[in-house]
T-cell receptor
Framework: DADVTQTPRNRITKTGKRIMLECSQT?????MYWYRQDPGLGLRLIYY???????NKGEISDGYSVSRQAQAKFSLSLESAIPNQTALYFC??????????FGPGTRLTVL | QQQVKQSPQSLIVQKGGISIINCAYE??????FPWYQQFPGKGPALLIA?????SEKKEGRFTISFNKSAKQFSLHIMDSQPGDSATYFC?????????????FGKGTLLTVNP
């Protein structure tokens, strides 16, 4: 079984809809991250969390919110989706050595 | 402000050739430099990483060369294979207050022709 899982893997939605992307991990890591990937722009950090009570904004948090329901679960929400939020979204965890472990990604399309 | 500059954006290499991807940085507080490999439809996965106390690290066909004075590091893929075709990201971690995160380059799409 994969250590970091994301659901859904693909989602098409309309402008103005609320969307939630979910991430679960079995690695036992405290630190979790949400990234956005766009062609030619690399990976940009949206939010990160050190534990259930510690959530922080990343570089591009506007238009997004997160919830850390448990050590193993970290969800990303788009309260009112817009077309320029069309992207690949990745969840990641971080081990003690600094390595980040990424999930398989969610491809989100906002029409 | 782009803290890690990666080049080239795309690279085409023949099977058996050497692929070279370069990254440059400005922040002298960076203390960990990983390379991630991403196949289509997959998340990035750690390929190889180096710390600034060594100038080179080799794992199989993959080598990181690190030049601390020039603030540059590069990934060399020897005997490139079609299976190496993927997007490669360099990254860096700050040793200071921002050590919770990795700063990524924009990625290089490598295509290895058979």
């Amino acid at each position: 079984d994969a250590d970091v899982t994301q659901t859904p893997r693909n989602r098409i939605t309309k402008t103005g809809k609320r969307i939630m992307l979910e991430c679960s991990q079995t690695k036992g890591h405290d630190r979790m991250y949400w990234y956005r990937q766009d062609p030619g722009l690399g990976l940009r950090l949206i939010y990160y969390s050190f534990d259930v009570k510690d959530i922080n904004k990343g570089e591009i948090s506007d238009g997004y919110s997160v919830s850390r329901q448990a050590q193993a679960k970290f969800s990303l929400s788009l309260e009112s989706a817009i077309p320029n939020q069309t992207a690949l979204y990745f969840c990641a965890t971080r081990g003690m050595g600094g390595e980040q472990f990424f999930g398989p990604g969610t491809r989100l399309t906002v029409l | 402000q782009q803290q890690v500059k990666q080049s080239p954006q795309s690279l085409i290499v023949q099977k058996g050739g050497i692929s070279i991807i370069n990254c440059a940085y400005e922040n002298t507080a960076f203390d960990y430099f990983p390379w991630y490999q991403q196949f289509p439809g997959k998340g990035p996965a750690l390929l190889i990483a180096i710390r600034p106390d060594v100038s080179e690290k080799k794992e199989g066909r993959f080598t990181i060369s690190f030049n601390k004075s020039a603030k540059q590091f590069s990934l060399h893929i020897m005997d490139s294979q079609p299976g190496d075709s993927a997007t490669y990201f360099c990254a860096a971690k700050d040793s200071g207050g921002s050590n919770y995160k990795l700063t990524f380059g924009k990625g290089t799409l490598l295509t290895v022709n058979p």
